[in-house]
């Protein structure tokens, strides 16, 4: 793998189908794991195989559909999970399974009144068990963002000497801050040994609205493996979301990070999941939210319609959006009446303008927006339009 490449590990069909009332079945899992196959993503951790004999089905029949990605299969650092993962993901090109056990004081004590030197044997052990069934390992140690790091760096060493392959950090709880979270894996790149021959990767979580700054930083720092989510579905507040880290890397190409994400399939595979999941997306999200490329005020719209990059620093067009959308509201000035009027078969003089502009004002203070029937209707109050209306 190139040194700037940043491999997108999808976990839709596994954290985001947490998320209640989002359960799939396997018919419309298969659907969306092909279009994750077609998107380009690198891993579809596709589910958690000993959960449920339907996880288990699932996760068996993606394995035998994906043609390039790899596909994972999630797992406890318990040997009969680790077993049932591996007969689930026996169909697939290139299997993995992803084991692994919480490392944070927090977990060992409570979650499993434990002890540290324990918890490095268990992890070893699963990552050793692991390695008998596939060679693609990937460890996480839960709850790795409230770890400390002189603990979190010694467990990761003994995994890689079990046959980990790739490191997962997670911030489980959302806490970390952008700079504590690059500064962990900064840390690990720096003081664990054979950390060369791995790959460290992202799990962001959403709680306090930094999963993608925090992903961002963690490959800045060195990960080189984003754990993500269509539309950042997940439990809780969501993971990080697979559109905006991808788009984030596209547009700043001084970071010299690139991935293999189709980004002209992006906002159709964002309506397949928010559909089949019944989980629909707020309107001013991201990439892919209906108004990411929609301007109503007045000094934006004139802006935009002068040149697009104005206001706008990603083509709507290299997310799959057909063009940017200019919604008229009371907020709306005369540039933006005439470009929609235009749209729809108006050529306006500057007189004509005037005039229609105030018969829009009008409208528009008793209604949140014009739309185009309502061009039709405010046009029919301007004089002599006719003789020069185009259509």
């Not at 790149?189 to 791995?198: A, F, M, S, T």
């Not at 293999?260 to 595979?269: F, R, V």
């Not at 697009?308 to 009371?330: N, Q, W």
Request: aromatic fraction near 6%.
């Amino acid at each position: 793998m190139q040194n700037n490449q940043v491999q997108i590990f999808d976990t839709t069909l596994r954290d985001g189908e947490q998320v209640p009332g989002c359960k799939l079945d396997t018919t419309q899992k298969l659907v969306i794991a092909e279009r994750l196959d077609l998107l380009g993503v690198n891993v579809i951790e596709a589910g958690f195989p000993v959960s449920s004999p339907g996880d288990f089905k699932s996760v068996s029949e993606i394995a035998k559909i994906v043609k390039n990605a790899t596909v994972c299969g999630l797992t406890r650092a318990v040997e009969n999970d680790i077993k049932v993962a591996a007969e689930a993901l026996k169909f697939a090109k290139y299997p993995r399974i992803h084991t692994g056990i919480g490392t944070s004081d927090s977990h060992i004590k409570y979650k499993f009144n434990s002890t540290r030197d324990k918890v490095i044997e268990r992890a070893i052990k699963a990552v050793a068990y692991s390695k008998t069934f596939v060679e693609d390992v990937e460890f996480y140690a839960e709850d790795a963002g409230r770890t400390d790091n002189e603990f979190l760096a010694k467990v990761c060493e003994e995994v890689i000497k079990a046959g980990a392959t790739v490191l997962n950090i997670p911030d489980t709880t959302g806490y970390c801050l952008p700079e504590e979270y690059g500064a962990k894996m900064k840390y690990l790149r720096e003081n664990v040994k054979g950390i060369e021959n791995v790959t460290l990767s992202c799990h962001c979580h959403n709680d306090l609205g930094l999963a993608t700054a925090n992903s961002i930083a963690g490959v800045i720092n060195g990960a080189r493996q984003i754990e993500c989510t269509i539309n950042g579905i997940g439990e809780r507040a969501g993971n990080t979301a697979l559109e905006e880290v991808v788009m984030i890397l596209n547009q700043h190409p001084y970071l010299n990070l690139e991935t293999s994400i189709n980004t002209k399939l992006l906002y159709d595979t964002s309506i397949m999941v928010r559909e089949k999941m019944g989980m629909p997306v707020q309107p001013n999200k991201a990439i892919v939210g209906a108004n990411a490329f929609a301007h109503s005020s007045g000094i934006h719209q004139d802006g935009v319609i002068k040149n697009r990059e104005t206001y706008e620093i990603m083509d709507p067009e290299d997310v799959g959006v057909t063009e940017s959308a200019i919604v008229l509201t009371a907020r709306s000035g005369r540039a933006a009446l005439a470009y929609r009027a235009k749209k729809v078969g108006y050529e306006l003089t500057k007189i004509q303008l005037d005039e229609a502009y105030k018969a829009f004002l009008e409208m528009a203070d008793q209604q949140k927006e014009i739309k185009d029937e309502d061009i039709h209707v405010i046009m029919k109050k301007v004089s002599n339009l006719e003789k020069s209306a185009i259509a």
